[in-house]
């Protein structure tokens, strides 16, 4: 009974001793890696300044310091001795992220004499380290790009003015800023001490549209004291960088002609007045206006004002149908301000444009013609033409074609009353109407554009002379001296409609006489009975045919 006992207690001792064996000596530091980071772009070095958090432990797990408890990282260089010796071996070799548990023999740490009230003489020491930092003072600026635009017409330059989103993280990732989060770009010159200078330095060379990593060392940043708030002592930083927009004080606008019609008369000038179809968008492509989504040009003057001071500069010298692009710098745009809504302020503009047609309110019908070799009988105002057209805008936008009319008389558009003078049959001519001698800055619904310049096409197909201006009928020959009686045929000394009809058909049937061509003969013939009517009584006497027949300015008729 007395044996089994002592057999349980000793196996009681065993077991106890086996959970909690005593600390064992140590010949040099031993390193147990808890956490390692996929990638480590960098390892600690002898001479390196580093930042890290710890938990210091006997080796029963007592804490006798953290760096939690403080809220303050450790920052120390290492290999210069600012460290006990088991620490400034152990530290080399880290990642930033990567952690470690460092156990250090008493002869690495405070030996014999131990430290203070907190750690005895030949006390082995644990250490739960964390890496947040690694930097050296021949560091400098770290770019690194992960994206470059396939088109870099230019970069940043020392004294640009920029635009770019950021994330600002320090080396161990964690955020402590975000132009993202405000939803807002940082706008500054670049490279005349208005940033950090390892931002001044970290941004020369990028192109808009470009994305980099910016890394910097803390002398290059915020140095010994941090900002003060999210950013720490001797922390280096990490800015991921895209760049939207960039400019200069000194820029004028860029024009780049993108396609040039064959043939251009003539290009803009100032004071001409212009319609164009536009897209606009940023310098990184955003997009914040286009005339296409309104199905309408853009319909103004040119270099007096109307538009923004870099448009104003860049319609002028166009042709009709040019395509170009226009880059504005903000001072010749909307600014430091924007628009408050689509524009933001400082933004460089790009206008893609399409010019579809510009007038001089001072032109004329510009006429192109191409003559038959007879051509001895032209048209005046008055007569009668039939002709053959296709009509167009400057774009070649199909309005109409094929018309019989009236020159002066029954045409609307004034230019094409214009444009017909003078034509013999067998004449083609081409006609540029600006608005105001065609439809205006109103136009016709539906139909042709208001301010647009219109195109005809025209072959003069026949032409019959017309009367003089103001009248509808006209004697070929000497009048008789008794007209009335001739019309009186049932001799009662006055003229009914039917009789006066029957004379004035059968003169011009006989060419003795000749009504207005283009026009209703009947019609034309019952005006003339009207104005010999004199009293209304649907009768014409002898008196009242004499009495019009003599009067000085008679037009219409006798």
């Known amino acids: 009974m007395e044996n089994t006992f002592m057999m349980i207690l000793l196996a009681f001792l065993v077991t106890f001793v086996a959970c909690n064996p005593p600390p064992l000596p140590l010949d040099d530091i031993v390193i147990e890696k808890t956490f390692t980071p996929d990638r480590c772009d960098r390892m600690v070095k002898s001479g390196d300044f580093v930042r890290y958090h710890y938990i210091g432990m006997f080796p029963d797990g007592k804490k006798f310091d953290s760096s939690y408890d403080r809220s303050t990282t450790y920052n120390v260089f290492v290999g210069r001795k600012q460290l006990i010796a088991g620490m400034d071996k152990a530290l080399v070799g880290m990642c930033v992220n990567e952690r470690w548990m460092i156990k250090i023999p008493p002869q690495l740490a405070y030996g014999k004499d131990g430290y203070g009230d907190n750690i005895p003489p030949d006390s082995i020491l644990h250490f739960d380290v964390l890496m947040l930092d690694i930097w050296n003072t021949e560091d400098k600026v770290q770019i690194k790009t992960y994206h470059k635009p396939e088109s870099c017409g230019r970069t940043v330059q020392v004294s640009d003015y920029i635009r770019y989103h950021y994330n ?3 080396l161990d990732g964690t955020l402590f800023d975000s132009s993202h989060t405000r939803m807002r770009t940082y706008d500054t010159y670049v490279g005349i001490g208005w940033l ?14 470009e994305k980099r990593i910016i890394t910097l060392p803390p002398f290059l940043g915020y140095g010994e004291n941090g900002d003060g708030s999210d950013i720490p002592a001797q922390a280096s930083l990490v800015f991921d960088v895209v760049l939207l927009d960039l400019h200069n004080p000194k820029d004028e606008i860029t024009v780049e002609a993108q396609s040039l019609p064959d043939h251009c008369p003539r290009k803009s000038v100032v004071g001409d007045f212009m319609r164009y179809h536009y897209n606009g968008s940023l310098l990184d492509g955003t997009f914040f206006d286009s005339s296409y989504s309104r199905n309408r040009t853009y319909d103004t003057y040119i270099g007096k004002g109307y538009v923004i001071a870099g448009m104003d500069q860049g319609l002028l010298g166009v042709c009709v149908g040019e395509r170009r692009r226009i880059v504005i710098p903000p001072h010749l745009a909307y600014g430091e301000e924007g628009t408050g809504t689509k524009i933001p302020g400082s933004a460089v503009l790009v206008f893609d444009v399409h010019i579809i047609d510009f007038h001089n309110p001072s032109d004329t019908v510009e006429i192109t013609s ?38 002066r008389l029954c045409i609307v558009v004034i230019g094409m009353e214009q444009g017909l003078i003078g034509m013999c049959v067998g004449e083609k001519r081409k006609l540029v109407i600006p608005p105001h001698l065609a439809y205006g800055e109103r136009g016709v619904d539906g139909e042709v554009p208001g301010s647009a310049v219109l195109v005809f096409d025209v072959e003069l197909v026949d032409l019959e002379e017309g009367l003089p201006e103001g009248y509808m009928f006209v004697w070929n020959s000497d009048v008789t001296p008794n007209l009335f009686s001739e019309m009186d045929k049932n001799k009662d000394a006055q003229v009914d409609a039917t009789e006066f009809s029957d004379y004035i058909l059968q ?28 009293n209304k009584d649907g009768r014409i006497t002898e008196d009242e045919f ?3 027949a003599d009067e000085a300015a008679a037009h219409d008729e006798l």
């Open 370 to 407: 191409v003559k038959p070799e007879n051509c001895s009988n032209n048209t005046k105002r008055g007569d009668f033409v039939k002709y053959h057209y296709n009509a167009t805008l400057m774009d070649g936008t199909y309005i109409g074609s094929t018309c019989v009319a009236i020159i």
């Open 507 to 534: 003169q011009v049937k006989e060419g003795k006489g000749r009504l207005a061509p283009g026009f209703d003969p009947q019609r034309i013939i019952e005006n003339m009975y009207d104005n010999q009517d004199r």
């Open 196 to 209: 950090i200078a390892g931002m001044d330095q970290g941004l020369l060379g990028m192109c808009v549209g």
């Open 546 to 548: 004499k009495l019009k």
């Open 168 to 170: 600002g993280t320090l």
